[in-house]
């Protein structure tokens, strides 16, 4: 089973969103669904980032990585380099 750390993005709010799943599809639809935290304050999420993990723990401990800097910078330039 593969694991994912995905970031997503509402133009909406103008905010980002990191998470970790085995299904990140299944995740989105959740998120724009059905879904009862942050990202239910908008509808208009998009998948902007991934990394693949062949392990639950490291897909969540890139997650917490990425959450402790706290830092839009960072994730703007993760997304950005994946471009190129």
């Known amino acids: 089973m593969r694991f994912y750390l995905y970031i ?36 208009d999420w998009v998948l902007v980032y991934s990394e693949e993990f062949s392990k639950k723990t490291d897909a969540q401990a890139r997650e917490l990585q990425i959450k402790k800097r706290k830092s839009r910078l960072m994730i703007e330039k993760l997304i950005e380099e994946k471009k190129v």
């Open 8 to 43: 997503l993005h509402s133009r909406q709010l103008n905010k980002y969103y990191v998470g970790h799943t085995s299904n990140i599809e299944e995740r989105l639809k959740s998120h724009l669904y059905n879904h009862l935290g942050f990202t239910s304050k908008a509808k």
